[in-house]
Every structure is written in C-alpha cells, then in structure tokens.
C-alpha cells in the first residue's frame, strides 16, 4: 500500500508497510499512482500526452523510470506487503508485564480551565490527595508485575501534582531507595500548570524527572481564556516567568511546553510561535477533547483551517531551522531510519495492558482519560486486576483490530488511534474517532514532508 500526496511543492510517496519515503517528480508520482492497475503500454501513452510539451519526457526516459519503480517494488520499497497482522494480536496476547503507572497524585487544582476534561482534577468524583501509603504500595505493584524488566516510568499526575508536593518527594526518595535492590531504573515525569513552582521544587524536578511537561496554551489571551485560577484570574503572568526559569536551568532541554488548541483558537499556529518566540523549543498543542455540544469543540467547519494551520506550522519550522532558530513540535517528531519497533507501531500505547492509571485510592484504569468511569475500572494496586474482562478488550486495541484501518495508509503511524478518544467519539475503545483520525493524518503528511525538505537541503 502507497500514499501519494502534493505539500509544500515536493510529490511524496510514502510505503506503508515498508516506511519507505520516496520525494519524486511529478512524472514519477503520475507513474507510480498508475502502475498497478495500468499496463506498461498505457501508463507510457498517457505520460507522453499530458507531458506533450517538455521536451525531456520521451519514451526513453519513460521506460527507464519504469524499471525503477520496478527495483524499489521488488526490493520491498514501493508496494509492499503487510505482513504484521497476526503480530499485533499476538505481542499483546503475549506481553503479561506492566511498565509504567501514571500516579494521580492529586485529585485537585489550583486552576479552573473551562475545558478541563478532568472537571476541574476532581475525575467526576471527589477532591482528593494521595498519600505516601498508597502510592509506595503502587511502587511496589509495579515492580511486582513488571516481571524482568529493568527500566519503568512513573508519571505524576493530577489534577495538579504540585498540590501534594510533599508525598512527590517522599515517593521518588522511596523509588530509588528500592531500586538496585529489585534491578530496577525508575524514570519519573510531572505535568504541572506552574503556579505553585518555586526554586527549591524547579530544582527538584531537574534532578529527578526525565521529562517536565508544562502547561501553557500560547498568547496570553487565549492562556487567560481558559486557564484561570477560582477568582477568574488568568495564570500566564504567574508562570511564564516560572517556566522561563525552570528551562533554563534545565538547559532547554527534557520538557514539553504543552498547550490546548479549541474552536475559539483554530489559528493555534500563532500560538505555538509565540511560545517560540518566548525562547521555549520543546512545543506540543493537543486538539481539545471535549463533546461535540461544547462551544470550544472543533466542527466540521474548522478542519480545513486546522489543515492549513498544520501546513503553516510545518514551513515555518523548516525556515526557523535553516536561519539557525529551530524548535520541536511533539506531533511532527518522526525518525524514519530509527524510529519505534514494529511491535509498538502496531500495537500503540499499551493502555490497560502495560500502562495504567491509579487513582488516589489505588483503583486501576486504562489510562488517565478513563478514571472515574466504573465500568472501566481494572481492579486496585492492593488486590491486582480483577476486571478481566476490560483488559482483554484493551489487549484487541491495535492497528488491526477495525476495519476502518486496516486499509488506511497511516495505520503503523497511529496504532489504531487513541482507544480514549475513540471510547469517547463512539463509546467503544475499538470505535473511530473519525475527527482526529483526519488530524493524525495531515500532521504524519506534514511531518514527512519535513523530513524530505530537510534531507534535500542537507544534499
């Protein structure tokens, strides 16, 4: 399977199966999109007519390309076959360890966004604060289900984790204390919205996370929009000079500055640039996730602009890095020569099998965008998984398991999608979240073609 697509004035052909990327003419593009159900008469024919009037487009050189569509056929590059399928299903019938928690810390916050898909921290339920208790015996749950591997992550969580700082610290003090003891590495992330930042835990973290996520969602009128403390004060004077500190004393790097991009802000492109311009490189904004009724909800109707902002923001990272100004944007980070194993492109990632969330309680979800939905919780970190039922249908979730991808050319880039955001879309974790699929799409789209533009410059 191949997908043909125009950006930016490059013709890409991108090999599903494969991975290849091909940047070619717009000869070879017309010819390859007519190879496999047009005969070699034929696809010379109608070459010859619509390219009448240039000169360099003859028979010869017709032919000649041909037998090169041929070559990358036959060297497993262009057309491919897919032979993965039976492997999705079989890793995850397979793998039995859990690597990674994500810790809800607290389940509170200092702030009131509006779009908050947590209601405000309080996941639906009641405010509340982990303690040291329960989350030792979720260190400890972790470790006895992780089998033989070494290396485990653990995110802190909220709400807003900072409000419960102390019992941060007392865990990753205990983490490490266990460590060597069970052949463990521990890496921690914290995602913070910055107001209760101060020297003493900006250095903490810098010693101890492998990766802060901060959140700001751009301009300070749309941060100030959304992201207000319970007065109806905006948050951005408070903590971009706070974020400002921490990176750099990070040494601008490990951390994301992650924003919300929603129907009152489709121009997000404006917003990422300004936290560029603010001197932050590492830069996320994420479509809100909201129902379809709410007024910040992305329509039908913001799509084509959302397209186009994609394609603004993929030109203009290119020109930043070529006048020596580059920054990173999460959802265009592809390496095409050492990218994920085939086992986590096809199985995604690995919600309710090898990653879960626990709650303050130490009640078990799949992830954190399912907590505080009953009938998707997994069991506790005190009596295990009891609720196998779920676990199963997260271990059919891969890029096979709907028939709506298994002949979709971005398949081994999404995994088959976010079983949350097609849980909350269509109410099965193996539905379609039709909207963000086409968004997926378009960012793979431009960050390929970012890829193609740097490497032909670098010639």
Not at 41 to 70: G, M, P, Q, T
Not at 81 to 97: H, M, R, T
Not at 214 to 223: A, M, V
Not at 332 to 337: I, K, P, V
């Amino acid at each position: 399977m191949v997908h043909q697509y125009q950006l930016n004035g490059y013709h890409i052909v991108l090999d599903t199966c494969s991975g290849s990327v091909h940047s070619v003419d717009e000869v070879a593009y017309d010819m390859i999109a007519m190879y496999k159900n047009t005969d070699e008469a034929e696809i010379i024919s109608a070459i010859l007519e619509k390219y009448s009037d240039r000169s360099d487009v003859n028979e010869a050189e017709i032919k000649e390309c041909l037998e090169d569509i041929k070559a990358l056929e036959k060297d497993g590059k262009l057309f491919s076959e897919d032979q993965f399928e039976q492997l999705a299903y079989d890793y995850k019938n397979n793998s039995k360890v859990i690597k990674a928690l994500c810790l809800h810390i607290a389940h509170t916050c200092n702030l009131n966004c509006s779009y908050c898909f947590a209601s405000q921290g309080k996941y639906q339920g009641e405010r509340a604060l982990m303690s040291f208790e329960v989350g030792k015996r979720a260190f400890d749950f972790l470790i006895e289900h992780s089998g033989t591997r070494r290396n485990l992550e653990v995110d802190f969580f909220g709400g807003e984790p900072l409000m419960n700082w102390e019992v941060v610290k007392q865990l990753v003090a205990y983490a490490r204390s266990i460590e060597k003891q069970h052949n463990k590495n521990f890496r921690f992330t914290l995602t913070t919205n910055g107001v209760l930042l101060d020297d003493e835990i900006i250095d903490f973290l810098n010693k101890e996370m492998s990766n802060v996520v901060l959140s700001l969602d751009g301009r300070k009128e749309i941060n100030d929009h959304f992201r207000r403390d319970y007065k109806g004060k905006g948050s951005y004077d408070v903590i971009v000079p706070k974020f400002k500190r921490l990176v750099e004393k990070r040494g601008g790097k490990d951390y994301y500055m992650r924003g919300t991009f929603t129907h009152n802000n489709v121009d997000f492109t404006n917003d990422i640039f300004h936290m560029a311009d603010l001197g932050f490189t590492e830069l996320s904004m994420e479509p809100v996730v909201c129902p379809p009724d709410d007024p910040y909800a992305l329509t039908k109707e913001d799509q084509p602009i959302i397209f186009e902002q994609y394609e603004i923001l993929a030109k203009e990272m290119i020109k930043r890095k070529a006048e020596g100004k580059p920054f990173t944007f999460y959802h265009y980070m592809l390496d095409l020569e050492n990218g994920p194993c085939i086992y986590k492109r096809i199985t995604g990632c690995g919600s309710g099998t090898e990653y879960m969330a626990v709650t303050p309680w130490g009640e078990l979800y799949p992830c954190h965008q399912f907590v505080g939905d009953e009938k998707y919780s997994l069991g506790n970190i005190f009596d295990g998984i009891q609720n196998t039922k779920v676990q199963d249908e997260f271990r059919m979730c891969n890029a096979y398991a709907k028939e709506e991808c298994k002949d979709c050319w971005a398949k081994l880039y999404c995994s088959g999608g976010c079983a949350a955001n097609a849980y909350h879309a269509t109410g099965k974790v193996n539905g379609i979240y039709q909207y963000g699929c086409e968004l997926f799409k378009k960012r793979i789209e431009c960050a390929v073609m970012i890829q193609v533009a740097q490497a032909e410059q670098a010639e």
